[in-house]
């Protein structure tokens, strides 16, 4: 049986992202990291970051500003691992 750990070894995706994937896609985590997976196979990092930026705006809708923090951090840890050309649509 293949477990979320599994999942999340093999998708080049830290927990934070994926679980970020997650909340924007509103879908399991184990699902998320495939979504993730799939993204950076096929150079989907803009994708990946307008995501987060989604979660983040949510958040701050909510006045919920430590998750926004949170999300803050994890795309300034995306955007370095993971850089692209360009900007977010």
């Known amino acids: 049986m293949v477990t979320y750990e599994d999942t999340l070894g093999l ?3 830290s927990e934070g992202e994926v679980m970020a994937i997650a909340e ?5 985590p184990i699902i998320a ?3 993730g997976s799939y993204l950076i196979q096929h150079h989907g ?3 990946i970051s307008q ?3 989604d979660d983040m705006v ?3 809708k909510h006045g919920d500003y430590i998750h926004q923090i949170e999300l803050q951090q994890i ?3 995306f955007l370095a691992e993971h850089p692209f050309q360009g900007t977010p649509h």
């Open 45 to 47: 990092e803009q994708i």
């Open 58 to 60: 949510r958040a701050q």
């Open 33 to 35: 990291s495939g979504i």
């Open 51 to 53: 995501y987060i930026l």
């Open 11 to 13: 998708c080049e995706l």
């Open 24 to 28: 924007h896609e509103h879908t399991a």
């Open 75 to 77: 795309l300034a840890q």
